[in-house]
C-alpha cells in the first residue's frame, strides 16, 4: 500500500507529488489524461520565468522535478474510490482505474479537476456548479472523509497555474503533517545555518556547504540548458468544442 496515492498529474498534482516524495512518503501519481494547462498558449504569469514560459514545457519539467523528488507515474483514469474496509476507517483506500489493476493508498489527495465522480462512494462533500462539482476541503485541502484531500481547481481555488501549484504545494505538506513523517520545513539551508548555532539540522531540512551547492548549481544550469536549448513542437491543445480544419 503506498503511503499516498494523487489522482491527477496536473499542475496540482504534481507540486503535492514533490512535497510528499521530498518528505519521505511513498507517493504515486495517477494521470489520465492531460492538464488543462496544455490549452495555454503561453504562460506569462506564473513568477520566475521573466518573459513567459511555454506551458507544456512548464509541466514537462515539473513531471521531471516530481520523478526526481521519488514520486511514481501511473497513466490510467481512475473511476471509483472506497475504504479497504468500511469498519475500519484507518484502512486506507482502494481506487479502481480504467483497465487498471485497483491501486491502495493509505491518502489520497484528488488534483483531478475536472473530475471528482470517483469520490461520489466516499461522500467527501461536492458542491455543484453549472456543469461542474468542486470538492469542499477545510484551508489545508482536508475534506469531511480522513484522509482524503483535494487540491488546486478541483478544490475551487482561482483558475491559475500558479495558485493550483501553491495549493498543491499546501495540501501535499497537510498529508505530510498528518502522517508519521518527521518533518520540519523542506528547507536546503548553507552548512552551519543550524548546527553553528549548536542545533541539530531539523528533520525534512538539509545543510551543504559551498562544493555541494556549486555541484547542484552547475547540473541545475545543465539541465535548465539542454530543456530550452530546443523550441517545442507541441501546439497548445484547442477547446473541443472548437471545430478546425
Ligand atoms: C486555454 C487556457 C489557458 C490558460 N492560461 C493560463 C495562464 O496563462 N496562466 C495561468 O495561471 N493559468 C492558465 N490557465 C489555467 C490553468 O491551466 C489551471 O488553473 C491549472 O492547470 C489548474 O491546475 P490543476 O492541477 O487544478 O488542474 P490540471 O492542471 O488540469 O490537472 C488535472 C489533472 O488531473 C487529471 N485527471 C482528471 N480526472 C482524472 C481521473 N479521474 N483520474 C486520473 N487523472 C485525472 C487530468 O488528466 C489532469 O492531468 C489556462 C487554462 C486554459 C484552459
Same mark, same amino acid.
Given at each position: 500500500?503506498?503511503d ?7 499542475v ?5 507529488s ?37 506551458? %507544456?514545457?512548464?509541466?514537462?519539467? @515539473? ?7 521519488? @514520486?511514481?507515474?501511473e ?28 491501486l491502495? !493508498? ?9 473530475? @471528482?465522480?470517483y469520490?461520489?462512494p466516499? &461522500? ?19 475534506? !469531511? ?9 478541483? !478544490? ?11 495549493h498543491?504545494?499546501?495540501?501535499g505538506? !497537510?498529508?505530510?503533517?498528518? @502522517?508519521?513523517?518527521?518533518?520540519y ?7 552551519g545555518?543550524?548546527?553553528?548555532r ?14 555541494e ?7 541545475? %544550469? ?10 517545442? &513542437? ?11 480544419d
Open positions: 500500500m503506498r499516498v496515492c494523487i489522482v491527477g498529474g496536473g496540482a498534482g504534481l507540486a503535492a514533490i512535497f510528499t516524495a521530498r518528505a519521505g512518503l511513498d507517493t504515486l501519481v495517477i494521470d489520465g489524461g492531460e492538464s488543462i494547462l496544455a490549452r495555454n498558449a503561453s504562460l506569462e504569469n506564473y513568477p520566475g520565468f521573466p518573459d513567459g514560459v511555454d506551458a %507544456r514545457r512548464y509541466l514537462r519539467l @515539473s513531471r521531471e522535478q516530481a520523478r526526481n523528488a521519488g @514520486s511514481a507515474f497513466l490510467g483514469r481512475v473511476t471509483r474510490s472506497e475504504l479497504i474496509d468500511t469498519n475500519d476507517l484507518e484502512s486506507g483506500f482502494r481506487l479502481e482505474t480504467e483497465g487498471g489493476e485497483p491502495e !493508498a493509505r491518502r489520497v489527495i484528488a488534483a483531478s479537476w475536472s473530475d @471528482s465522480d469520490l461520489v466516499l &461522500d467527501v462533500g461536492r458542491i455543484q456548479r453549472g456543469s461542474k462539482h468542486f470538492v469542499s476541503t477545510d484551508a489545508a485541502g482536508r475534506t !469531511a472523509v480522513d484522509g482524503v484531500y483535494a487540491a488546486g481547481r478541483l !478544490a475551487e481555488e482561482p483558475h491559475q497555474a500558479i495558485v493550483a501549484a501553491g498543491g504545494a499546501k495540501v505538506l !497537510a498529508v505530510v503533517h498528518d @502522517s508519521d513523517a518527521n518533518f520545513h523542506d528547507w536546503v539551508a548553507p552548512a545555518y543550524f548546527t553553528g549548536g542545533r541539530d539540522v531539523p528533520p525534512g531540512c538539509e545543510e551543504i556547504d559551498d562544493n551547492r556549486h555541484r547542484r548549481d552547475e547540473r541545475a %544550469r545543465a539541465q535548465l540548458l539542454e530543456a530550452f536549448d530546443e523550441p517545442l &513542437d507541441e501546439a497548445p491543445t484547442m477547446h473541443p468544442s472548437v471545430e478546425r
